[in-house]
């Protein structure tokens, strides 16, 4: 079974430039994640979609954020305008619907924003 | 947003050595935590996932949950270079929000030959 996929891998921009990730979950998997990880931090969820709608974007900072999931499929990350504090990898998970359901990362995408 | 605390580490220990990795919640309502390991430039992948209070075996891991203390525990029996890496505690956010999951800073963990 094929894996979570993201592209880019990685990505450097300077600030105030725009920038945007792609991720195909596994198939068949309703829930979908996107993680921010700085570095020597835990991952901080971004938002969640359960199938094409967000279940929870609380943490996703909305004025520069944004993310879609069009057909309940794969999803798209973006950030306009970027700033230094983006510079983290950002993590797409997938998992099937269930409570407790095994949470599957893509190999991340690399940002650095000069 | 509820907390999951790690110490950050290194955390260093021989080869054959058992390594033991903790990890305190403040949210007393979580009921599932799991184990991630993050190789570094790798993403997490999972360990171990625990449920209810006591101990869950699996192979050299051993997971340890301690509700009434409020915390977790991952051992490492037999430890190899090989398990040289993070990891990460992590549990439910603790709001309505669905399934994501509130990780911990990570644990460094290096076994030297």
């Known amino acids: 079974e094929a894996g979570v996929a993201q592209s880019p891998r990685y990505k450097i921009i300077e600030k105030r430039q725009s920038v945007a990730f792609w991720c195909n979950p596994i198939?068949?998997?309703?829930?979908l994640y996107w993680y921010q990880q700085i570095l020597g931090q835990g991952p901080k969820l971004l938002i969640q979609f359960q199938n094409n709608g967000v279940v929870d974007d609380s943490q996703l900072p909305k004025d520069r954020f944004s993310a879609e999931r069009l057909k309940g499929v794969d999803s798209t990350l973006k950030i306009q305008p970027a700033k230094l504090e983006d510079s983290a990898v950002y993590l797409c998970?997938?998992?099937?619907?269930?409570?407790?359901?095994?949470?599957?990362f893509g190999p991340g995408t690399r940002l650095t924003v000069l | 947003q509820k907390e999951v605390e790690q110490n950050s580490g290194p955390l260093s220990v021989p080869e054959g050595a058992i390594a033991s990795l903790n990890c305190t919640y403040s949210d007393r309502g979580s009921q599932s935590f799991f184990w991630y390991r993050q190789y570094s430039g790798k993403s997490p992948e999972l360990i171990m996932s625990i449920y209810s209070n006591g101990d869950k075996e699996d192979g050299r891991f051993t997971a340890q949950l301690n509700k009434a203390s409020q915390y977790v525990s991952l051992l490492i029996r037999d430890s190899q270079p090989s398990d040289s890496a993070t990891y990460l505690c992590?549990?439910?956010?603790?709001?309505?929000?669905?399934?994501?999951?509130?990780f911990g800073k990570g644990t460094s963990l290096l076994v030297t030959p």
């Open positions: 998970a997938s998992s099937l619907v269930k409570y407790l359901d095994t949470q599957y």
């Open positions: 992590a549990g439910p956010p603790g709001t309505n929000s669905g399934y994501a999951l509130n």
């Open positions: 198939s068949g998997h309703a829930t």
